[in-house]
């Protein structure tokens, strides 16, 4: 019998919804608030500006806007993950970014993960590279390219 490869994700959620990430494209993992960002002229309205993390200057995502989502529930859990990009072609612009979530959940190891649901106007699906259960929750998972603006 073969051995299964399980692959470990953070569990975050943003605007009520369960997300995951695959730790292999997470950096570091830090804590965030509205006075850490720098506006930035120019963005489009899914980035709330710049952070500076790790002495870098990297854009912040806000995931509930940028999943159509509304708003970030900014309570005392708020986090920026710090994900590098490695798509040759945002990489002209920046090699990182930071995605600003309402909290951390954990982490769950995975041995598949199912297609995204299909697409309609009002999904974040074009966002999600596939779905996973994990102790009874749906969770929708992203890579930072999805993120990126292209």
């Known amino acids: 019998m073969a ?40 963005f489009p309205d899914y980035m709330s500006g710049t952070v500076v993390l790790d002495g870098e200057v990297v854009p912040v995502v806000d995931t509930a806007k940028r999943f159509g989502l509304g708003s970030l529930q900014k309570g005392s859990h708020s986090c920026f993950i710090l994900a590098r990009l490695e798509d040759s072609e945002l990489k002209k612009s920046y090699d990182k970014l930071a995605a600003w979530v309402d909290e951390i959940n954990g982490s769950a190891k995975v041995s598949s993960i199912s297609p995204p649901p299909a697409l309609n106007d009002e999904s974040f699906s074009e966002y999600v590279a596939g779905t996973f259960l994990y102790e009874d929750r749906t969770y929708y998972v992203i890579t930072p390219e999805k993120l990126a603006w292209k």
Request: glycine share 2%; net charge negative; with cysteine.
């Open 3 to 42: 051995d299964v490869e399980l692959r470990s994700y953070m569990l975050f959620k943003t605007a009520g919804v369960d997300f995951a990430c695959d730790f292999d494209s997470i950096i570091r993992i830090d804590a965030a608030s509205s006075a850490d960002i720098t506006p930035a002229p120019s």
